[in-house]
Each structure stands twice: as structure tokens, then as C-alpha cells.
């Protein structure tokens, strides 16, 4: 079990809350859409998560809600995106590990997510989702519970998700291997977007792959906590 999911409350929101942060730094946020939750220590079924209605630079510790699986507020003042919750509620309802769930809509990604051949291992930072990364088919703003079911069959037990058209899921451990994790992917999205054609990459053999994958992996639930206070640091300066 690592660090942040024996942390308290207070520790998880001053967290979240720089994840936001962090993310409107990287431009990765969409106005007021799109989300990142965690789960609440020692609270069954509790969720943290943005007030829709603000920019992820207006996040802070105090102002994010507690909610249900239902996006129902527990506590806090609303109001919660209910029907942008229901991604990561059907995430943290089948994947206890993921601790903490992004769903981000940024340019790199959602244009990668438009390409039929998904990710390509072409960079050490695409190859550490070589074998853990999915796709799921667009089918339109709302999120039925047919799609739900869908949708968590394809993430499967893997760290990432394409939504095709649409954007991506990340999960993680922690805040900071969730972070970690999404930041990778924005850009091994943006090497493979700036590769240009697809025809005559160069693309290392399975095996190199398989074992790059392996290295890259080998913190384990560890992987993000050593360059968070790095990205902390960013917000120190602002």
C-alpha cells in the first residue's frame, strides 16, 4: 500500500488540489469540464472532486466536494458535474486500486485517440503503456450504463484508457503516480503527433519493448512519488 492511500483527508485534498493546479499550468484543462478524483482514506464509497463550475486554477483543498458513486454531495458546496462524475464513479467502483481517476480532454491525446493504431511504442515515453493502454469507441456526451460496462472492460486492469474522439482515463495508486502517469501520456502523444506520417516510424522490436516496459515499471505503486515534489515545486514558483 503506498503512502498517499494511508494519508488523511486533509493531506489527499492539499494533493488533489495541486493536481489541478499543476494541470491548468500544462493547459490540460477544458474550461470548466473534465475531472480528477480521489478517493477519501478510511471512507468507503466517499470521493473528492472539483465544484463544476470553476477553472482547475480555482481548485483549492477547501473547495473540493465529497461525493458517492452517484456524484451525490456528501459534503461540501456544490454543485458536482453528476454525468462527468459518472466516468470515474464506474472506475473507482471497479478498480479499487485506482485511487485516483483523471479524465482529461487535451489536444495531443484526443487527436491520438482519433488514429486507428492507437499509441505507438515509438518513444521511451509511449513504452511504458506498451500492454497498458486501451481504447473505447465514442458513442456520444452521455454515459449510459451499457457504456459503463464497456468502458471498464476495455480499461480492464491496465493504467490508461483512450477514449476514441473524445480523450483519455488515467488511474493511479496515488495522486502522484496518477499524475505522473498522465504526464507521460501528453507526451507520448505529442512525440508520436510531431513523428508526422505513421508509414516508416521506427518501431523497436516486441521484446525490446516488453523489456523497456519492465524498467520503466519498476518502482511499482512508488512510480510518481519522487518527481512529485518537483512538480510541487512549479507551483511554488508561480
Known sequence: MSHYQS??????RIHLAAAYQLAAMKRWDDGIYTHISACVPNESGAYLINQ???RFDE?????LVKVNLQGEIISGVGPVNKSGFAIHGAVHAARPDAVCVLHLHTDSIIAV??????????????LRFY???????????????????????A????KALLLENHGSIVCGT??????????????ACKIQLLAGEIDGLIIPDSTICQLANQQL??????EGQIEWPAYLGLLNNK
Open 131 to 153: 500492454g497498458d493502454i486501451a481504447k473505447h469507441r465514442y458513442q456520444g456526451l452521455a454515459l449510459s450504463a451499457t457504456e459503463q460496462e464497456g468502458l471498464i472492460k
Open 7 to 12: 494519508g488523511t483527508e486533509e493531506e489527499i
Open 59 to 63: 481548485v483549492s483543498p477547501e473547495n
Open 174 to 187: 496515488s495522486i502522484q503516480q496518477a499524475f505522473y502517469l498522465m504526464d507521460v501520456l501528453d507526451k
Open 113 to 126: 485517440s482519433a488514429q486507428k493504431v492507437g499509441l505507438l511504442p515509438i518513444s521511451q515515453h509511449a
Open 217 to 222: 515499471c519498476s518502482d511499482g505503486d512508488n
Open 155 to 158: 480499461l480492464g486492469n491496465k
Open 52 to 54: 463544476f463550475g470553476l
